[in-house]
C-alpha cells in the first residue's frame, strides 16, 4: 500500500480568447459575457481553493460534495473512460464520498478514481 503525499492539479481557464477552435468543445469566460482580469481572477481561484482545501482537510470530500454535484455537468451522460488497465463504457451515475466517479456500465457499477474521460 502506498500512501498519497502529494497531488498536482492542472487548472486551465480560458479568459479573454474568444471562439476557441481546439478540436473539443471549449469556451473562454468572455464568451458567457465575463469579463475579469487574470490578476483577479487568480485572487479569486486561489482565495476559493484555500477555502475549499480547509473543509476538505478536515471533513474530506463529502464537505464540498453536495455542492460539487451541483455544478458538475457529467450527471446521467454517457461517457468513456480509459483508465491504465481497461476502458470503461457507460453513464455517469454519481459520485462517491471520495470523490470517485460511480459509472453504471452492462456489467455493473464500476467506480473510477483516475482516468480520460471522453463524451
Not at 469556451?27 to 483577479?40: H, N, P, V, Y
Not at 474530506?60 to 454517457?78: E, H, M, R, S, T
Request: hydrophobic content about 35%; charged content about 25%; aromatic content about 8%.
Amino acid at each position: 500500500n502506498q500512501i498519497l503525499s502529494g497531488i498536482l492539479i492542472g487548472v486551465g481557464v480560458n479568459i479573454e480568447k474568444q471562439n476557441l477552435d481546439c478540436g473539443k468543445p471549449a469556451a473562454s469566460l468572455r464568451d458567457f459575457g465575463l469579463t475579469i482580469s487574470k490578476e483577479a481572477f487568480l485572487e479569486l481561484l486561489i482565495n476559493n481553493f484555500d477555502e475549499l482545501y480547509e473543509k476538505t482537510t478536515i471533513r474530506g470530500f463529502k464537505a464540498i460534495k453536495q455542492d460539487f454535484k451541483n455544478n458538475f455537468p457529467y450527471l446521467g451522460k454517457d461517457t468513456q473512460i480509459k483508465t491504465r488497465q481497461e476502458t470503461i463504457i457507460g453513464e455517469v451515475s454519481d459520485l462517491d464520498d471520495f470523490g470517485r466517479l460511480l459509472i453504471k456500465t452492462q456489467n455493473g457499477l464500476k467506480t473510477v478514481s483516475l482516468g480520460d474521460m471522453d463524451f
